[in-house]
């Protein structure tokens, strides 16, 4: 167990419908990543919030948003939803700040299902 | 093409085997290079990180690097059927002290360890 909690474990909806996923990061943690994990292009970095900015953006498409709360939870709100948005969705967390390496521990993932 | 080179697999091996895995990269600015083992319907869990160019032991698990190559290699003794699972390439490059490690994952390789 990573410490790295994420809600909820599967989800299926339909085209064109809104969902949103939740993270928990590890006790201490101030940064939390997103990851999409498709069977054809592997783990793709979305984006990044370190104690509630946003820091990086990676692969993340218009359509997605996401924010990082007071409290250091993490959701990540999908719009008008495709039939290709259907994958896994991972969430990491690390310690962040000013170290030149930060381990990532991942979450166990929310796995989307677009009808 | 990929920032980051992976063979699907699945590679099949009996129980015992040394097993060899392995990405090649094309981006000369990845200084981090890690190793994930994802078990089927879980996060990815960190084996093992190294910097720079170099090898690093870790029980049965070795990682090597050659930069100068750009391919990396991960290499599994005594396999055991425990073992059995995708494992993820990823990478990163030097961030600086930023706190944000932008990871570049291999699609991964599955592994089947067999009794």
């Known amino acids: 167990d990573s410490g790295v909690t994420q809600t909820p474990k599967h989800l299926i909806t339909a085209t064109g419908q809104r969902v949103t996923l939740r993270c928990s990061p590890r006790s201490g943690d101030l940064s939390v990543y997103w990851y999409q994990q498709s069977l054809d292009q592997g783990l793709q970095f979305l984006i990044q919030?370190?104690?509630?900015?946003?820091?990086a953006k990676g692969n993340i498409l218009e359509r997605f948003s996401a924010q990082q709360f007071p409290d250091l939870h993490s959701e990540l709100n999908l719009s008008s939803l495709e039939l290709g948005d259907s994958a896994l969705y991972f969430c990491a967390s690390s310690v962040g700040g000013g170290r030149s390496y930060n381990e990532q521990f991942f979450g166990p993932g929310t796995r989307l299902t677009v009808l | 093409q990929k920032e980051v080179e992976q063979d699907p697999g699945p590679l099949s091996v009996p129980e015992g085997a040394i097993v060899s895995l392995n990405c090649t990269y094309s981006?000369?600015?990845?200084?981090?290079f890690m190793w994930y083992r994802q078990y089927s319907r879980k996060g990815p869990e960190l084996l093992m990180y190294t910097y720079s160019s170099g090898n690093k032991e870790d029980g049965r698990f070795t990682a090597q690097v050659d930069k100068s190559s750009k391919y990396i290699s991960l290499f599994i003794r005594d396999s055991q059927p425990s073992d059995s699972a995708t494992y993820l390439c990823a990478m990163s490059p030097e961030q600086r002290n930023t706190g944000f490690q932008k990871l570049v994952f291999g699609t991964g390789t599955r592994l089947l360890v067999s009794p």
């Open positions: 981006n000369s600015a990845f200084q981090y």
């Open positions: 919030y370190y104690n509630g900015e946003e820091r």
